[in-house]
């Protein structure tokens, strides 16, 4: 074969395994990691390029909380929503063109109700245009090793363009705890209260799993079902994302079965390479995870097989490759068994939030109002005032701290059937 037909075959393997179809394989995607180390505790597939949905939305809050450390926008600023907003489709507030939203609102219906048009009103004031904001969501992705992530929209509404991969949103959701811990608690929010509506957060492992205190959930005909969670136990955190299952229901018991490997890993020391080593050697195009029959049109528009219906279970457990020991094993069941009956009889770190003030004296008399209101239930927990800024002025803001979760539930409910504001957060 002479120099210039091996130069024209190498170019055209080349392009195929740049551009090429190939028979995409992976059944699901999955990532543990250890938050404090950055490790790899356990993975599947976890640079496989994947239709991340709503998940895009920890970019989109990342980098909103970026600007308001920045000075850029305050938590109190007023957000006029557009047109292009209030088209969004569902899941979204049902915001209308000229309505007003603070941001802390906006963020708040992202994180708990992952509200469409609420993401889009963040990225029109970020950015001036969604289109633009989306062009600055993928530079940040680069700047952060997120290598498989680009970005076309600031909601994960279906689009070719829009990828990322478990490992992407592992480094992610990483650097928002790592980089923005004073804001983390608004995706551990289990519901949220606006216009006399309360909304209950749609990340169900928030409920499911006891350790669980944050992050997001996805679903596109073409992902899947996705999901992030993070964990802390004994002082130690673990992030998860599984991408890919075919039920709500089969995202969370498996992340808790994902969450419950790594803690159990993570204790026996079963550490692998830092997440950000973990290197793309696979260059399929993302898999389209439901079939028309279950996702009618818009299933045909993203290009499934329709014969891609069946599918088998996800079922975690270790590799061979890095399965512990069974002594190291029972040492660790022991550990958690521990650890979980501990957990079962401690106090939870939940709070609410009453307002925020120009005075503190205003403050003082909000706590003392929502003390009579509470009556006796007023004996739980522990009444502060925190001092904020706001457009470089400070602020007090008035909360109860240090309730459990059924004590901090009963105190929003009695000061709303009150008509006193109330937003319930963990601690």
């Not at 708040?108 to 992952?114: D, I, K, L, N, P």
């Not at 219906?309 to 550990?335: L, M």
């Amino acid at each position: 074969m002479n120099i210039a037909v091996k130069t024209k075959l190498n170019l055209l393997i080349l392009t195929f395994l740049l551009f090429g179809t190939f028979p995409v394989s992976a059944r699901y995607a999955a990532i543990v990691i250890d938050a404090d180390s950055g490790r790899v505790v356990h993975e599947v597939e976890a640079t496989h390029r994947w239709y991340p949905a709503s998940l895009t939305k920890v970019m989109t809050i990342y980098m909103t909380f970026a600007a308001i450390e920045a000075g850029r926008l305050s938590l109190r600023d007023t957000l006029t929503v557009s047109g292009h907003a209030a088209r969004q489709p569902t899941s979204k507030l049902g915001l209308l063109k000229g309505q007003t939203i603070n941001v802390e609102q906006a963020i708040m219906a992202v994180t708990t109700r992952s509200a469409n048009d609420a993401a889009v009103v963040l990225a029109e004031r970020l950015g001036g245009s969604e289109s633009y904001f989306a062009s600055m969501m993928t530079q940040q992705a680069q700047s952060m090793g997120m290598y498989n992530s680009s970005f076309q929209n600031a909601s994960g509404l279906p689009d070719e363009g829009q990828i990322s991969s478990a490992r992407d949103l592992a480094l992610l959701s990483a650097a928002l705890i790592r980089d923005f811990p004073q804001y983390y608690r608004y995706f551990g929010a289990t519901e949220f209260a606006y216009k006399g509506r309360v909304m209950p957060n749609t990340n169900k492992i928030l409920k499911t799993y006891p350790d669980a205190d944050g992050l997001k959930t996805g679903f596109t005909c073409g992902s899947g079902y996705n999901l992030i969670a993070s964990a802390k136990r004994g002082g130690h955190r673990l992030i998860g994302v599984l991408l890919g299952a075919h039920s709500s229901a089969e995202r969370f018991n498996q992340m808790a079965n994902l969450l419950d490997l790594g803690f159990e890993k993570s204790q026996a020391g079963a550490l692998g390479l830092p997440v950000s080593q973990l290197h793309d050697t696979n260059y399929e195009r993302p898999p389209f995870q439901l079939s028309t029959n279950r996702c009618a049109g818009s299933a045909e528009h993203m290009g499934a097989d329709s014969g891609s219906g069946s599918h088998e279970a996800i079922h975690i457990k270790p590799n061979k490759s890095t399965r512990i020991s069974e002594s190291q094993v029972t040492k660790t069941t022991n550990k958690t068994a521990a650890k979980s009956l501990k957990r079962t009889t401690a106090r939870d770190s939940w709070a609410i939030m009453l307002g925020d003030h120009a005075r503190k004296t205003d403050a003082d008399i909000s706590l003392k109002q929502a003390r009579f209101a509470l009556g006796p239930a007023a004996k739980n927990g522990q009444p502060q005032i925190v001092q904020i800024k706001y457009k470089s002025k400070p602020r007090w803001r008035s909360e109860w701290i240090n309730l459990d979760q059924a004590e901090a539930r009963n105190f929003c409910k009695k000061l709303r059937n009150k008509g006193r504001d109330c937003t319930l957060l963990p601690g």
